[in-house]
């Protein structure tokens, strides 16, 4: 086979490029056959496309399978060979599904698995399976045996894996898995894979996909009724989206007021999880670090006062699940807890960002934020529910800290509840309502703008106070 692209055939892109180097003609394998061109490509390009490319000639076979950079990003999310046919093989019955695979010694493993088992056999065979760098499995069906496979064995190289959303995934064999990984005791050079993304949603598929995804994200608030109204929250959550990237001069949605990131609440042993792996294993979270995780700084209670623990009693260790935005608090602008200052606080104080680097396949790459103006990253301000519980408004995200607010208490609460909202008139003729007392949230909502609107909004119907 001839040079795909040569000065017979020119193309817009590769007469330009050949006149940019001053040679009379560039053929598509010499573009690829440069380490930083196709660094730069391959990631662009599906898996099947890369394989396809190897099959169309010797040349091309020679860049996919001999240079690292061809499979150093694998993402199988997209791949239909990679999904596991079958989501239940247990019948209502029993293991149905071993008698028709007319195999007993087959293990739950080995059926949820098989389909990447077999695609990983196919990349060793080829010697490519060591290039892998990053790999991409969200959504699919991925065993923690599987996980272990990829820290321990050293066939494998993969040092970024994402695991978002897949299905078949024994979160409690998962954790004993990194907390052995992790151990003093390890040998040296392991574990192998040094991030993984686990807790936060998958990227959606394609742009045209995202008006369904946003109405399934864990953020969504109510099920939209007509086209109309989604293309209306589309663009809705696009301006918000952009007004936040803007005030926080970056994209990363860790630090903007994106509030909650995760697409269910992580349970509590995996915040013993995190800290086992400081240091050796980061994720797509971090551990909240309000005062009330710390000992010395927290009131240590019998329990609960009231019902409501007491503002300054001690909480276990928790993963943050709460993306505060830049500014911190609303009076002080800070946090009793420093917000992490990237390049200068710790590495563990800081998530993974989505999406998964493409270029790069190393921790730090991950947790870099992509300043908007090639500024520095702003502060990060991050923590768990518990932490902001009565603090935190959950619509315009403003929040208040212990130092600056103490809380509403029971009996504030009621008395909020009995409140009537006072009218005022404005010099301007204009009226406007205002709660008497001090409580700063109540319901989720800031007292000062979000509860009034909400509470306007319902006047006429049957709102929060109907
Ligand atoms: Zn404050
Ligand atoms: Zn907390
Ligand atoms: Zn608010």
């Not at 817009?12 to 180097?21: E, R």
């Not at 926080?248 to 042993?269: F, H, L, N």
């Not at 300054?312 to 002080?332: D, H, K, M, Q, Y």
Request: a neutral charge; hydrophobic letters at 35%; proline letters at 8%.
């Amino acid at each position: 086979m001839g040079p795909i692209v040569s000065s017979d055939v020119p193309t817009p892109f590769a007469d330009l490029l050949s006149k940019a180097l001053n040679i009379r003609s560039i053929t598509l394998v010499d573009f690829l056959s440069n380490t930083l061109i196709l660094r730069q490509t391959a990631p662009y390009l599906p898996v099947t496309s890369l394989v396809a490319l190897a099959k169309t000639s010797r040349a091309f076979r020679h860049i996919v399978r001999q240079s690292p950079d061809a499979f150093r990003y694998l993402d199988l999310s997209p791949i239909k060979s990679a999904i596991c046919p079958i989501d239940e093989p247990l019948d209502s019955g029993g293991n149905n599904w071993r008698r028709e695979r007319m195999d007993e010694s087959l293990t739950e493993d080995d059926f949820y698995s098989g389909p990447l088992r077999s695609i990983f056999s196919k990349l060793e065979r080829q010697h490519l399976l060591r290039n892998v760098h990053t790999l991409v499995l969200d959504g699919l069906s991925v065993t923690a045996e599987l996980v272990k496979e990829f820290m321990t064995e050293e066939r494998y190289n993969v040092r970024i894996l994402s695991i978002r959303e897949v299905k078949h995934l024994n979160e409690r064999k998962l954790q004993q898995y990194l907390r052995y990984v992790s151990r003093p005791s390890r040998p040296a050079g392991t574990p192998r894979v040094k991030s993984i993304y686990l807790f936060g949603p998958r990227e959606p598929p394609a742009p045209t996909m995202s008006v369904t995804k946003r109405s399934a994200s864990p953020d969504s608030r109510g099920v939209m009724s007509s086209q109309g109204a989604q293309i209306g929250a589309e663009w809705n959550q696009k301006s918000t989206d952009a007004l936040n990237a803007a005030l926080a001069r970056t994209e990363a949605k860790w630090y903007q007021p994106s509030g909650r990131m995760m697409v269910k609440r992580p349970s509590a042993d995996w915040a013993e999880i995190l800290q086992s792996c400081e240091g050796i294993i980061a994720f797509d979270a971090v551990l909240c670090r309000g005062p009330r995780h710390d000992p010395s700084k927290a009131y240590i209670t019998e329990g609960p006062a009231n019902g409501l623990p007491l503002p300054g009693s001690f909480l276990r260790p928790a993963i943050a699940t709460v993306a505060l935005g830049p500014s911190g608090c609303e009076n002080c602008h800070s946090s009793p807890e420093e917000p992490a200052i990237f390049g200068h606080s710790a590495p563990s104080h800081f998530p993974l960002l989505s999406p998964v680097p493409l270029h790069w396949s190393s921790t730090r790459a991950a947790q870099t934020p992509r300043m908007l103006d090639g500024s520095r990253p702003p502060p990060l301000f991050v923590r768990c529910e518990d932490c902001l519980k009565g603090r935190w408004c959950e619509r315009c995200h403003k929040w208040w800290d212990e130092e600056c607010y103490a809380g509403s208490t029971v009996a504030q609460r009621t008395e909020l509840q009995q409140t009537e909202f006072l009218e005022t008139l404005e010099p301007d003729g204009t009226t406007h309502v205002v709660p008497k007392q001090s409580i700063k949230v109540h319901m989720g909502l800031c007292v000062a703008k979000c509860l009034v609107d909400e509470w306007m909004a319902g006047a006429g119907g049957n709102g929060m106070w109907g």
